[in-house]
Structures are given as structure tokens and as C-alpha cells.
């Protein structure tokens, strides 16, 4: 019997109906769950993910690959991917988001842990070259965030919060590399085709756009043996009394995502799919509307979609 997943989320949804919902999240989960510091997995993670984007980067538009501008949907709390984008040669990263959900001590975590990897090669491994020059910027960069704050510490790095709503973001025309990760799947679908048609719309020649997509019900990695396929089993009635705004999911397949950039006419150049066996699902109760789904893209677990505008 499961009761972690519902404990989650009942306190997930009383949370969301507080005032200052984001600054109420962070104090429970500073002072409750302890989870404000930087997690080892979460953190590696993050240095694949900023090594994933960069790599589509070169391989898909190499002239545009140093001293560019880049945009991070949804940047949440720890500036990783924002930083390694700067380390693999971005001049400008915006990193847009509801709220700017940084504080100082979280910017702190993560310049140390790459600081720790640029030291121990772990840096080089994940994210490819990185020029002297950026990492004694990054280490400048930690005694700055103790002295003057992460804003003026990540802006001398050319690095800003842009906080509103993505639909809105025009400081940016024709940016080399448009990413996100673990995003989409946390946004409404007419909201997300707003986004992706700004997106769409402030991208040039050679763009480069990089969604990671986590398909899964996240309240599996919080409930130990509870199936990545758990939410699939209610009604989108019932599922949106469950849901909540602190991290809503949309439950949307790969084949969804897929007719919304068809929709807004972005091609996807490169589509990268793990888990979609439909025979995962055997055993699995499954709502009306997945049953009539093609099982193995209701089985995916995650999508990768790169976009190189033309
Ligand atoms: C799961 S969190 C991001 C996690 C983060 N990328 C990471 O790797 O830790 C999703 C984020 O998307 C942001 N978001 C949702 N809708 C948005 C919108 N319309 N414009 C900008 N950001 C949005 C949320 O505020 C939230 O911080």
C-alpha cells in the first residue's frame, strides 16, 4: 500500500492554496524535509542534462557554438545548467522562470560543486572543453555570491533571472540555444504551445532548441515501488483535484508533445525516446484516454526533442 505519494501530495496541494506559495514550498522543504542541499545524483544529473544540450548545440549549428546567447525554461532553484552553459562558452544565459526561485545559498552549492568537478575532471567528462579563463571566472564567481549576492555574482558571468511568464520573453531575438529540463511536463498544454511559439518565433538560422521531457510520475522517485506509470490510471477529472500548482503534471505522452510542435509548425530534427515498450504496462491500471493510446508511447518515460530551426 502506497501512502507516501498521497502524503506528498495532499501537502503539495495545501501548500499551493498559501499566499506566497513558492516561498512557503522552500521553507518546508529547507526546514521539514531538509532538502535544500544539493544532492550528489541531482547534481550529476544536471552536468548530463547542460552536457546534452551542449552537445546538440555543436553537432547541430558548430558556428554558433562559442560566445553565444542562451535561454533555460524553467530554471528552478539551482543555476547548474545556466553555469555549465556559461563554462561551455555562452556570454548571455537567461534563465527564465515564474518567480526567480534562487537564493544565495543555493547559487553557492552549485559554482562549489563545479568548482569540485572542473578539479576532478568530472566537468571536461560531462560537458566537453571548457577554457581556463571560464573556470577561474566560476571560482571568482563563489566569493562574489558571499560578498555582493548571486545576482551580481551570475551577472558578471552574463547569467539573469527573467522572472514572468515565458509566453513574454522578448529580451533575446535569434538566441543560439533554447533548453529546459524536466519542464514540459509541468506546463499547461495551451500554456506550453504559447511558449513554444514565442520560442518559435524569436528563434533565427541555426537555433538550436533542447527539451528533456520526464514522462513519468515524479511521485515515484518519492515513494519508493510505486509505478513510473501510477497517474496514468486516473480520469483528468480526478486527476486535476490531485494535481497542484507547485508542480503540476501534465501527463501528456511523447506523441502529444510531438502534435504540438507539428501544430506550430517546429519541425523535431532529432527525437530521442527511452522506455517506450508497451510491454512495461502489463499489470498497469491505465484511465480511459491512455488505454486508447498506442501502449508503447503511453510506455515512454523520456523524450528528448532538439530542434535545429532552419
Ligand atoms: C520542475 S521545475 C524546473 C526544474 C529545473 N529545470 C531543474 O532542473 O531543477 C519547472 C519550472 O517551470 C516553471 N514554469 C512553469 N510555467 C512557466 C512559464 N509559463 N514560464 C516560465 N516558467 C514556467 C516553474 O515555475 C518551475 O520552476
Not at 496541494?13 to 498559501?18: M, P, V
Not at 547534481?43 to 552536457?51: F, I, M
Request: with cysteine.
Amino acid at each position: 500500500m502506497h501512502t507516501k505519494w498521497a502524503a506528498k501530495a495532499a501537502v503539495q496541494k495545501l501548500i499551493s492554496l498559501l499566499p506566497d506559495p513558492q516561498r512557503a514550498n522552500y521553507l518546508f522543504q529547507d526546514r521539514v524535509t531538509r532538502s535544500t542541499t544539493l544532492k550528489r545524483t541531482a547534481y550529476e544529473q544536471r552536468l548530463r542534462w547542460a552536457g546534452d544540450h551542449l552537445a546538440a548545440l555543436r553537432r547541430l549549428s558548430p558556428d554558433r557554438a562559442t560566445s553565444f546567447a542562451a535561454v533555460e525554461l524553467g530554471s528552478g532553484w539551482y543555476p547548474i545548467v545556466p553555469l555549465c552553459l556559461f563554462l561551455g562558452g555562452a556570454d548571455r544565459v537567461w534563465m527564465l522562470d515564474l518567480e526567480d526561485l534562487g537564493r544565495d545559498e543555493l547559487a553557492a552549492q552549485a559554482v562549489d560543486a563545479l568548482v569540485a568537478s572542473a578539479d576532478d575532471g568530472g566537468l571536461t567528462e560531462a560537458i566537453g572543453p571548457v577554457a581556463d579563463e571560464r573556470i577561474d571566472r566560476l571560482r571568482a564567481a563563489g566569493t562574489a555570491i558571499a560578498d555582493r549576492g548571486r545576482q551580481s555574482a551570475l551577472g558578471e558571468l552574463g547569467i539573469r533571472a527573467r522572472p514572468g511568464d515565458a509566453r513574454t520573453f522578448d529580451d533575446e531575438p535569434d538566441p543560439a540555444l533554447i533548453c529546459s529540463n524536466t519542464v514540459l511536463e509541468h506546463i499547461e498544454p495551451t500554456i506550453l504551445s504559447g511558449i513554444l511559439g514565442r520560442f518559435r518565433d524569436l528563434a533565427g538560422p541555426g537555433t538550436v532548441m533542447s527539451h528533456l521531457v520526464d514522462h513519468c510520475d515524479h511521485y515515484a522517485y518519492v515513494d519508493p515501488g510505486l509505478s513510473v506509470y501510477h497517474f496514468l490510471r486516473y480520469s483528468d477529472r480526478t486527476w486535476s483535484w490531485i494535481d497542484n500548482s507547485i508542480q503540476p503534471m501534465n501527463r501528456l505522452r511523447a506523441s502529444e508533445y510531438r502534435a504540438i510542435y507539428k501544430r506550430l509548425g517546429i519541425e523535431v530534427t532529432e527525437e530521442h525516446l527511452s522506455g517506450a515498450d508497451g510491454s512495461d504496462l502489463l499489470g498497469e491500471r491505465l484511465a480511459e484516454r491512455f488505454r486508447r493510446m498506442d501502449p508503447d508511447d503511453v510506455a515512454c518515460t523520456s523524450s528528448w526533442l532538439v530542434t535545429r530551426f532552419g
